[in-house]
C-alpha cells in the first residue's frame, strides 16, 4: 500500500515464485532467493543483477536447477541448455 506521497508503507511485501508464479509466505522456510550478477564481457561483474525467488515446493520436489535453467534462458543468461521435453 503506498501514501499519498508514494511512499510504500507496508510492513511485508509477500514475493512470488518465479517458477510457478505463487506467492511465497512468510512461514515457508525453504524458500530461496537467487542474485545472479550481470557482467561485461570481459567477464566483470556489473552493479546489476537478475534475482530469482523459488518457493519451498519447488525445491522438495526437485525441480529448482531445472527451473533456474528454465527462467535465465528465458531472460537472456543462458543459451541452449534448458530444452523442454514430456
Not at 508514494?6 to 522456510?29: E, F
Not at 532467493?33 to 557482467?39: E, G, K, M
Given at each position: 500500500?503506498?501514501?499519498d506521497?508514494?511512499?510504500?508503507?507496508?510492513?511485508?511485501?509477500?514475493?512470488?515464485?518465479?517458477a510457478?508464479?505463487?506467492?511465497?509466505?512468510?512461514?515457508?522456510?525453504?524458500?530461496?532467493?537467487?542474485?545472479?550478477?550481470?557482467?561485461?564481457?570481459?567477464?566483470?561483474?556489473?552493479?546489476?543483477?537478475?534475482?530469482?525467488?523459488?518457493?519451498?515446493?519447488?525445491?522438495?520436489?526437485?525441480?529448482?536447477?531445472?527451473?533456474?535453467?528454465?527462467?535465465?534462458?528465458?531472460?537472456g543468461?543462458?543459451?541452449?541448455?534448458?530444452?523442454?521435453?514430456?
Amino acid at each position: 500500500m503506498e501514501n499519498d506521497q508514494g511512499v510504500l508503507v507496508d510492513l511485508y511485501v509477500p514475493r512470488k515464485c518465479s517458477a510457478t508464479n505463487r506467492l511465497i509466505i512468510a512461514k515457508d522456510h525453504a524458500s530461496v532467493q537467487i542474485a545472479i550478477a550481470d557482467v561485461d564481457e570481459n567477464g566483470r561483474a556489473l552493479p546489476t543483477s537478475t534475482t530469482f525467488a523459488l518457493s519451498g515446493p519447488v525445491r522438495s520436489q526437485g525441480e529448482a536447477d531445472d527451473s533456474i535453467n528454465r527462467l535465465a534462458t528465458k531472460s537472456g543468461l543462458l543459451r541452449s541448455v534448458w530444452s523442454y521435453s514430456k
